[in-house]
């Protein structure tokens, strides 16, 4: 049951170009969204997050945006930095379980950037 | 900057053994949580846990799995009878209280531990 899919297991970008990363979901009750980082053998590392009253968020070199209509996320980081390489995930929480934000990830994509 | 922090880092066992894994959340959370990973695999949810009970579980979460928080800093995962299909990374995680109402953004997000990687032989 895929509730939350990112369907690029890989992404290659050169460095200084944007990273668009995407992510699809299938829950209408999944209201708060967020992007983490992962390096091997560390654990998921936030990035950003965004509830479903927006449709953007911003920190720095992250944009989020929420396509609610189309249930459709997206991570852009620029300018794509090598330190960016990582496995990022998609991860949503759902409004029924208020209090108690039960996380469910997508797969992951494996970002690498180019120098 | 606070960190959730999760020992051991490295855990072998043999089938039938008992593990408990341990996680330290961040000082003034107050809910927490267990995510697995097998490998190639994505996150999956375990257990919540709040003001010492458990909130939600999942299917994973069978009888053989239990949870604890034995004092007031340690949250533990306790595996009675390990299975070799247990061999995964479990994640603890932890998030700050979640106020709410109409519009409200739910800020607080779940910081995760390094993780505790569990090979079952």
């Known amino acids: 049951d895929q509730q939350v899919k990112q369907n690029s297991p890989s992404l290659s970008v050169q460095e200084g170009r944007i990273s668009i990363l995407n992510c699809d979901y299938t829950?209408?009750?999944?209201?708060?969204f967020l992007w983490y980082k992962k390096y091997p053998a560390e654990g998921p590392t936030f990035l950003i997050s965004i509830s479903s009253i927006k449709d953007k968020n911003e920190d720095g070199r992250f944009t989020v945006f929420l396509n609610k209509s189309a249930k459709h996320l997206s991570l852009h980081i620029v300018p794509s930095q090598p330190g960016d390489s990582a496995v990022y995930f998609c991860?949503?929480?759902?409004?029924?379980?208020?209090?108690?934000?039960?996380?469910?990830f997508g797969t992951g994509t494996r970002l690498t950037i180019i120098p | 900057e606070p960190e959730v922090t999760q020992t051991p880092s490295h855990q072998v066992t043999q089938m039938g053994q008992e593990v408990i894994l341990r996680c330290v959340p961040i000082?003034?959370?107050?809910?927490f949580y267990w995510y697995r990973q097998i490998l190639g695999q994505k996150v999956e949810f375990l257990v919540s846990?709040?003001?010492?009970?458990?909130?939600?579980k999942s299917e994973i979460f069978d009888d053989q799995f239990s949870v604890e928080r034995p004092d007031g800093s340690n949250f533990t995962l306790k595996i009675r009878s390990t299975k070799l299909e247990d061999s995964a990374m479990y994640f603890c995680a932890s998030s700050g209280f979640i106020a709410g109402g109409p519009g409200y953004i739910r800020g607080e997000t779940q910081y995760f531990g390094p993780g505790t990687r569990l090979l079952v032989l």
């Open positions: 000082s003034n959370h107050l809910y």
């Open positions: 991860a949503a929480s759902d409004i029924s379980n208020f209090g108690n934000e039960k996380l469910t």
């Open positions: 846990f709040y003001n010492n009970e458990i909130s939600e």
């Open positions: 829950n209408s009750m999944f209201d708060y």
